[in-house]
């Protein structure tokens, strides 16, 4: 039998450990959106900083938890309007502490829907659009308002400029 690869990585359950609270305090201390009292939010936040423990995102966006990321995906990144809409996207995302992450359609709408998907699958907290295929199919915008929907549903936002 394989032997389970050990790391020196904190887990959600050692926090708690350290804390002396349970796992599920711990969870809605980093969630931020359940009350916890004052003692256990301190013990809790002391622990992350004395552990040095940092949140697997993958294990929460399985979780359906939403990331700190915002997509901005656009037809190319060349053109100083797009340059300046994407500078602008990424001081915002890092003045809120969030992750901005840009990627291109190259003017196809098969490959803007994918990236829009893939955003949906990483659990994106926006997805921002600009500069669209202008000349989309009746079933690539069904399937761009299908994603929009689902985005929503999930708590995040798709914001379509252009």
Same mark, same amino acid.
């Not at 690869?5 to 201390?29: E, Q």
């Given at each position: *039998?394989?032997? &389970?690869?050990?790391?020196?990585? $904190?887990?959600?359950?050692?926090?708690?450990?350290?804390?002396?609270?349970? $796992?599920? +305090?711990?969870?809605?201390?980093?969630? %931020?959106?359940? $009350?916890?009292?004052?003692? =256990?939010? /301190?013990?809790? *936040?002391?622990?992350?900083? #004395?552990?040095?423990?940092?949140?697997?995102?993958?294990?929460?966006?399985?979780?359906?938890? /939403?990331?700190?990321?915002?997509?901005?995906?656009?037809?190319?990144?060349? %053109?100083?309007?797009?340059?300046?809409?994407?500078?602008?996207?990424?001081?915002?995302?890092?003045?809120?502490?969030?992750?901005? @992450?840009?990627?291109?359609?190259?003017?196809? =709408?098969? &490959?803007?829907?994918?990236?829009? /998907?893939?955003?949906?699958? /990483?659990?994106?907290?926006?997805?921002?659009?600009?500069?669209?295929?202008?000349?989309?199919? +009746?079933?690539? &915008?069904?399937?761009?308002? #299908?994603?929009?929907?689902?985005?929503?549903?999930?708590?995040?936002?798709?914001? @379509?400029? %252009?």
């Amino acid at each position: *039998m394989a032997k &389970r690869k050990t790391t020196n990585s $904190p887990t959600l359950a050692d926090v708690a450990a350290h804390a002396g609270v349970s $796992p599920a +305090t711990v969870s809605r201390v980093l969630a %931020g959106n359940y $009350p916890v009292s004052r003692s =256990a939010n /301190q013990r809790v *936040m002391r622990s992350i900083r #004395e552990l040095n423990y940092a949140a697997n995102t993958h294990a929460r966006a399985l979780a359906g938890v /939403q990331s700190k990321t915002i997509a901005f995906i656009l037809a190319d990144v060349r %053109g100083q309007s797009f340059a300046d809409a994407a500078h602008g996207v990424e001081q915002e995302a890092s003045r809120r502490g969030w992750l901005s @992450l840009i990627g291109t359609s190259q003017g196809e =709408a098969a &490959r803007e829907l994918a990236l829009v /998907q893939l955003m949906r699958e /990483q659990r994106a907290g926006a997805v921002i659009l600009i500069g669209g295929v202008t000349n989309e199919s +009746t079933d690539d &915008r069904a399937r761009m308002a #299908e994603l929009a929907r689902s985005l929503h549903a999930a708590g995040s936002l798709l914001v @379509l400029c %252009g």
